[in-house]
């Protein structure tokens, strides 16, 4: 049987285990460039969209939210992206975030001090994951995507032509790509043999909303106490979400603690220079670890997401690393496929790995740094931190490369965060 004649008996272009943020998005992506997708995923959207579901609110880099215009969803998020207008990060060694002033060292930054590289964007867009995810949910459906839910992935076989992908049902699917966006756990990338390295940290991720007696103004503080940061990111209405790290004995404490308790340690951590700070539904609880897939493909195989890497939250960069790769892969796909490349073959698969194989590695491994340059009160450490944070913070252009970064707007860029369609 020839090629042309195998291809045409396979039922679509891409699988993709796994419909949250990173895979729906690819979905899209991958639609409105002229493939055939498919989303598999255990949680239909409707859980997914859930306020019980994912109590999380990210960081998006202003490039990230780019793409998610070029895609037509961000429309349907503009009501709820909080503007980030500055960021301030403090060191310090008592709780009360910002209480009287900022210490001696400390980091600023402004997006008035990038405008001019943004076209006058902000420094990223705070908003909650269950907004995201009904967004994309919504787009999905718009588009006629096919989506198997509830459905998990019991298998896959990578044969020289085709991912064959088994679920759980019975039901098989075919494609000449299988894209892993299932998680931590993935099948897709146990099944094609890639492994992971990674541990998990002494901590855990307390995750609340709040409502503010006074205007946050669009400022995001990042406060570094021994015990990991504390993190105040605003939202829409003047609310903020609370990423709070704790050791994971506390962190399990605060999950079950009575409101009265547990808002008594809240004003501790927090202090008074919003006013009033009152907890908003339930408050979620996080384990924090690094995860780091060993290879992003392997034959008829790709990697998304927490599936090629899960870091901690210390920096907000871990769904936008995921953001930064479902760009670049949708345009190397879309190119091959335009080319009449076999979009699954190793060549071009490498072609993807090759451009976010360096960006992956090097935000995990400083993450990871740190982590554990914060999470401590060692006075040498507190030392040599607060001094490189001051030197930061007197230098100009470093202080804007910075926020170039976070804005996801440096290194070489894919089409879609640049605002462009594929």
Known sequence: MGVSALMSEIETDVIIAGAGIAGATLALALRQAGLTPVLIDPVVFDAQV??????RASAIAYAAFRQWGVLGVGAALAPHAQRIEQILVTDGQTPGAATGGPRPFFLRFDSAESADRSGGEPLGYLIENRHIRAALAQAVIDAGIEVLAPARVASARFEPREAVVTLTDGRIRRAPLAVGADGKGSVIRTEA???????????TGVVATVRLERPHEG??????????????????????SL???????????????????????LRRRFGDFLGEVIVEGPVFTYPLSLNLAERL????????GDSAHGIHPIAGQGLNLGLKSVAALAETLVEAARLGEDIGSPVVLERYAAWRRFDTATLAAGTDLFVRLFSNDNPLLRLARGAGMAAVNRIGPARRFFMTEAGGAV????????????
């Open 50 to 55: 859930a306020p019980t579901f994912d109590g």
């Open 193 to 203: 043999g890639i492994g992971a390295v990674g541990w998990d940290y002494p901590q």
């Open 411 to 422: 290194g070489d860029l894919p089409r879609l965060l640049k605002g462009e369609a594929l």
């Open 297 to 304: 493909v392997a034959p008829r195989a790709a990697l998304l």
């Open 243 to 265: 990423v709070w790290t704790e050791t994971t004995a506390r962190g399990a404490a605060l999950k079950t603690a009575r409101p009265e308790i547990f808002q008594a340690h």
């Open 219 to 240: 400022v995001a503080h990042e406060y570094f106490l021994p015990g990991g940061p504390f993190a105040i990111l605003p939202l829409t209405g003047d609310r903020a």
